[in-house]
């Protein structure tokens, strides 16, 4: 009876602090191609009517990853969310972490993520609502092997680009890069490049750099153009509409790959910077003409 009595006192306080701090988790997409980056972010409310002392512990926020299709989830490391800090009461605090380096969810399927905040000085465990995300399979569009440039006196390390094409949300098709090993064993890095149309046959160059190159059609006249280092991070975004003429991949004289054709669209950084009336020079009346 007394440990019955114990163990309903400890549900009544986890409820308590539960009702207390809210634990929630949200993601910016639901789709992920196997090995792509999974930015979570995880709000944490206070309405304690206290001070909270947060982040001083290694595991003071914790994530648990467990598939919809019954299968393990192996854990590569816990995730990392380091930082003390104080939340005062009616605040909230959010922190965002990258799920895919220490949980392998390389086979398509459902997976659920739940959080789960340790409140030390009370004793109490918080866990947030399961948040569902969806890993689909991408269609390969192209793939090339290269070598990494950067190597010297050693045999060369050989890489590979592959471009996938997949269903973002059932409805948008999206440009997806993928650099691995040549054996596509080992996958580096999964990046989104961003939305493609159906009938899209993207143009893709290595260049001397061993930079790729990508350009691939958006709409009936837009395009877009990246260029994606060997380690799979995107250095470039542009856009281009076919305006006289469409825009195509070349090499020029000096042997670097460029965009020929179509018409370039200028960023919001380019643009000229237009002073409203009130910040331009005050009118001056002309000097009097000599007699």
Not at 102 to 113: A, D, I, L, N, Q
Not at 127 to 138: E, K, M, N, Q, R
Not at 222 to 240: E, R
Request: glycine share 6%; no cysteine.
């Amino acid at each position: 009876m007394r440990t019955l009595f114990v163990f309903g006192l400890l549900l009544l306080g986890i409820f308590r602090a539960s009702a207390q701090v809210d634990v929630e988790l949200s993601l910016n997409q639901e789709d992920f191609l196997p090995s792509e980056a999974i930015p979570l972010a995880a709000k944490i409310t206070n309405r304690s009517g206290q001070q909270l002392h947060l982040g001083a512990d290694a595991d003071w926020l914790t994530f648990n990853v467990e598939s919809a299709d019954g299968f393990v989830v192996l854990k590569n490391a816990d995730v990392p969310v380091t930082g003390a800090f104080d939340l005062e009461n009616a605040q909230l605090a959010i922190k965002r972490v990258d799920l895919q380096p220490y949980f392998s969810m390389t086979k398509p399927g459902r997976y659920r993520v739940i959080a789960t905040l340790h409140i030390k000085d009370w004793g109490a465990q918080i866990a947030s609502a399961p948040l569902t995300l969806d890993v689909i399979s991408g269609a390969k569009l192209w793939s090339q092997d290269f070598g990494l440039t950067d190597v010297t006196n050693a045999a060369p390390e050989v890489r590979k680009y592959t471009l996938e094409q997949a269903n973002y949300l059932k409805e948008q098709l999206r440009l997806y890069v993928q650099v691995s090993d040549s054996a596509e064993s080992t996958v580096y890095k999964v990046s989104a490049l961003g939305p493609m149309v159906s009938f899209s046959h993207p143009e893709a160059q290595v260049d001397r750099q061993g930079r790729l190159n990508v350009l691939w059609q958006t709409g009936a006249q837009s395009f877009s153009y990246s260029i994606v280092n060997p380690d799979g991070t995107v250095a470039l975004l542009d856009y281009y509409d076919n305006f006289f003429s469409r825009p195509r991949l070349a090499v020029d004289d000096s042997g670097n790959v460029v965009v020929q054709g179509g018409t370039r669209r200028l960023k919001p950084t380019e643009l000229p910077i237009v002073n409203p009336p009130n910040q331009l020079p005050a009118l001056t009346k002309p000097a009097p003409l000599p007699n």
